[in-house]
């Protein structure tokens, strides 16, 4: 079975730019996490979305927006690009996004911003 | 809330050395605790999992940790390392204020040396 996909591979934008991540989760997994690793640092948490549905956003500025489609696909988005928002990106999917319930990460984005 | 303090940035060992990678959790609640390894340009894989149950918990490549409550510790273990060892490993805490959040430290890049 294909684990999670993410697209692109690599990102550079220049600042004040809007991007779009994308983000495919293990089949028949119905929740998808995002994630920002900075260089050097462990990732932080910037959503959970469970049946379409946002259950929950880490400390991160509204620039940053998520969706979930039908098919359990997600978006991230990221509006009005900082310097600082450059970082591998991941992506993570489960099973029914309980607290218990194991995450299985993509390989990332990664995104510069110059 | 909660928080995970890996105790080491940096480990090297010679190859066939034994390794132990130390975390330490702060929760307020039962926790759930996870080991992550992240290689070089790639996503994070799951090693381990503890959710209850025996304090000894066994993962994938010969890794084991042990969950220690009075110490508030899940120290990362393997008898002997191989060169294929060498990564970066994530210890994480499972937050649930209505998501399913990883809680990461700063992570500890083992290097192995021949």
């Known amino acids: 079975d294909a684990g999670v996909t993410q697209s692109p591979t690599h990102l550079i934008k220049t600042r004040g730019q809007h991007v779009t991540l994308r983000c495919s989760p293990i089949?028949?997994?119905?929740?998808v996490s995002w994630y920002q690793q900075v260089l050097g640092q462990g990732p932080q948490f910037i959503f959970q979305?469970?049946?379409?549905?946002?259950?929950g956003r880490g400390n991160f500025p509204d620039r940053f927006s998520a969706r979930q489609f039908p098919n359990y696909s997600s978006e991230l988005n990221v509006n009005a690009l900082l310097l600082g928002d450059s970082a591998l990106y991941l992506c993570?999917?489960?099973?029914?996004?309980?607290?218990?319930?194991?995450?299985?990460f993509g390989p990332g984005t990664r995104l510069t911003v110059l | 809330a909660q928080s995970v303090t890996q105790l080491d940035s940096q480990v090297p060992v010679f190859e066939e050395a034994p390794v132990e990678l130390r975390c330490n959790y702060s929760?307020?609640?039962?926790?759930?605790l996870f080991w992550y390894v992240q290689y070089p340009n790639q996503g994070l894989q799951l090693l381990l999992k503890?959710?209850?149950?025996?304090?000894l918990v066994k993962g994938i490549n010969g890794f084991e940790a042990e969950f220690n409550k009075s110490q508030t510790s899940f120290h990362l273990r393997k008898p002997s390392v191989h060169i294929s060892d060498t990564a970066e490993y994530f210890c994480?805490?499972?937050?649930?204020?209505?998501?399913?959040?990883?809680?990461f430290g700063q992570g500890t890049r083992l290097t192995i040396n021949p």
């Open positions: 089949s028949g997994h119905k929740s």
């Open positions: 993570a999917s489960s099973l029914d996004g309980g607290r218990a319930d194991t995450q299985y």
């Open positions: 503890y959710l209850s149950g025996s304090t």
């Open positions: 994480a805490v499972s937050d649930f204020q209505g998501a399913q959040k990883l809680v």
């Open positions: 979305y469970y049946e379409k549905e946002e259950r």
């Open positions: 929760s307020s609640v039962s926790v759930y």
